[in-house]
């Protein structure tokens, strides 16, 4: 399944400033991708970028993964693929822009960095908004579901054609760390390091609920249409409620406290009315309108269904924690962060207690962090220092070059 | 204002067991009720019910402030208002049962007990589903945006036309409890005891935060119509996502994990869809499906709104805590329960910690429970223990019954 054909890098790969971005085909009708869920995809087209420059022996490749509304574009502030088609990234960095670059904790000057599309997203690989090539149709709701094991396989495909068959790490935060996670489980003699951070070996049943509220309100939108509404009027409102409930989780109740509080967005006094009054329904209505520009309803159906079933302990260890972290080869890294209530940073700790417990190399970090789960993009300074070392750790054969 | 003309028990009050029911109307034209909004209702009837008896001196009566979507009816499995339109009372007992009744928590064989429906409501007290005499239509939105403060003096136009000038206790749990809390306010002199459970003087930016997002999906209802919808269809989907959600916070982490864990519904595998799947997926859905038969989403929108406003430092301390509190002269109970993040432990301390600062009689007890918020509803047996002890404190000059 995992044996692919060599391509040649496509054409239309183009570099602006420090950042390269490309399409790969990682699967065709001769060498299709079979998904979790049984189905062969004849064709997946796969989104990347990458940063900096990769060395002579090829040693210096990191993989980051992104979390759930992430893309391909991880830093800079050039938008490397089709500009044209997404303006909201106008004015926008990478989303790890602060982490990713050129000095930074993630030093572009040392490593050269890729990062990709998962499969199923709407950013440039193959999801339920491409075309079925057996229809001629966007696939709707007959996109295959998709999981966490699914993308990292697409990314090994991905990966293996761009030349790599070991890369020094995998990195990645959330629900990405679940695919950092996955990687080290599924591959352990693939990278050297591994990081995860603001993650977990499955999302709690309380994260659960919150998903499935998501994914009722994108459904219950009437334009929904059982997912074709393609070049119709989209399931905006379903979508926009389904972000503005994720945010609230993203946050905590701390940073709550610190970037709203009580108060009101224009007036000192109660409005008496249903209109946005408070800061908070204000931040989260703007949160829910522009999500809406930039993501596709069915996307946010297949990637929180594959944050649902995520379960390293399931897939790897028939249920036991301990038999499938046995598995893991890499030196790993758990960053959690101190207010975060999606992926706890006690479920970090579980995995680096037991990591310990079987003699595995691990490093936990608990940053003191009161911005919740949003903690590991926003704690940039606190996340490049840890990362930074974590990754120099053990690479002192390579000279300094600071 | 709070001025009122005596009327007589309406004829249509009616008694089922231990338990009477009744509608009062207490304003009309000739005295209307002044909301805090600003706005003078021509017509305002309360829904009530009583439990156990009045004795001779008038002593031994307790009021019981609902919470978000509870109604007046406390105790006992006899619907006692208007059964026909209310069948899905039909096999539910009041919504306090467990702690109302001959020999409970709140003893009716002791005690008094009154509950009504509040302003805004949807069970049988005057709101936005009720017709607005000057236009013969209902209200819906043209309703005017009530507060706690408005119920709690709505609540005391009624005890004032049952009869009373002074009551032995106030008790409430969560929204509730803010009533009992605004009643120790407003009215000091008016109860000997006040008991809050499960609440706080204010709702948290997070708590907002949900609110907020519930009553979103209600007004993006394409049935919604403004909240014109009577007669017509309903934005059910738009109230059940909202009563799915705010379900999430009335339980906790641990007790999503008692109750369901990452267990699937039917199967022990995947289905790869997105049908429910999960138990909590099923739980969820089942709660928003019943709720909308038995609510009403204008109603919704009033009573999370007044939800959103109550902020008792604000009204009685111009924000500081300690000088509102000051005004107390009730024996207070706070009762909190260590897994409620909705109104949490440190909500109810502080409360109790200013009044102690301020040596007034206070008692402060924290349930050891795994059940979230819904502690004050579900852990029937220490909350009936304390509740118990805390109204029979100084209360030894009467003879005990038991």
């Given amino acids: 399944m995992d044996s692919v054909t060599r391509y040649d890098l496509p054409d239309s790969s183009r570099s602006v400033g420090f950042t390269k971005a490309g399409r790969m085909t990682v699967a065709d009708r001769d060498n299709p991708f079979l998904t979790d869920s049984g189905v062969l ?47 909201w ?23 050269f960095v890729i990062c990709s599309n998962v499969l199923g997203g709407c950013y440039g690989t193959t999801g339920p908004a491409s075309v ?10 007959s996109f295959p579901v998709v999981t966490v094991s699914d993308w990292v396989r697409v990314q090994k495909r991905l990966l293996e054609l761009l030349g790599f068959s070991h890369i020094y790490a995998v990195v990645g935060g959330s629900l ?11 591959y352990p003699q693939f990278m050297e390091k591994a990081v995860i951070l603001a993650s977990a070996d499955k999302l709690s049943p309380q994260g659960l609920a919150f998903n499935t509220v998501g994914r009722h309100s994108i459904m219950s939108d009437p334009h929904f249409c059982d997912g074709n509404y393609y070049g119709k009027e989209k399931p905006d409102k379903g979508l926009a409620m ?20 009580r108060e009101f967005q224009y007036t000192e006094n109660p409005a008496y009315n249903f209109q946005i009054e408070y800061k908070v329904e204000s931040y989260l209505n703007h949160q829910g309108l522009s999500f809406v520009h930039r993501f596709d309803a069915n996307s946010y159906l297949y990637i929180t ?15 036991n924690l301990e038999e499938a972290l046995s598995r893991i080869s890499a030196d790993l890294l758990m960053v959690s962060f101190k207010t975060d209530w999606l992926y706890t940073p ?9 990591l310990a417990r079987l003699g595995k190399p691990v490093n936990y ?19 490049s220092r840890v990362l930074d070392a974590f990754l120099k750790k053990e690479d002192s054969d390579e000279p300094d070059e600071e």
């Fill in 41 to 87: 995809l004849p064709h997946v087209e796969v989104e990347y970028e990458t940063y900096g420059t990769l060395n002579n022996d090829k040693s210096n490749c990191i993989l980051i993964c992104h979390a759930l509304s992430g893309d391909a574009h991880v830093a800079g502030w050039d938008a490397c693929w089709e500009k044209e088609n997404r303006p």
């Fill in 89 to 111: 990234r106008e004015n926008r960095p990478g989303w790890w822009d602060n982490v990713v670059g050129p000095g930074k904790g993630i030093d572009t000057n040392r490593y």
């Fill in 132 to 141: 079925n090539p057996d229809t001629g149709r966007p696939y709707g709701l």
């Fill in 176 to 186: 990405g760390g679940q695919q950092a996670l996955e990687w080290a489980l599924a």
């Fill in 242 to 261: 389904a972000r503005m409930l994720a945010n609230i989780t993203y946050l905590s109740e701390e940073s709550f406290h610190d970037k709203f509080g």
């Fill in 305 to 319: 269904k594959a944050m649902d079933y995520y379960d390293a302990a399931a897939r790897w260890g028939s249920g």
């Fill in 346 to 354: 006690e479920q970090s700790l579980e995995i680096a207690k037991v």
């Fill in 365 to 383: 970090v608990l940053v003191d962090s009161r911005k919740g789960h949003d903690g590991f993009l926003l704690e940039t300074e606190a996340v």
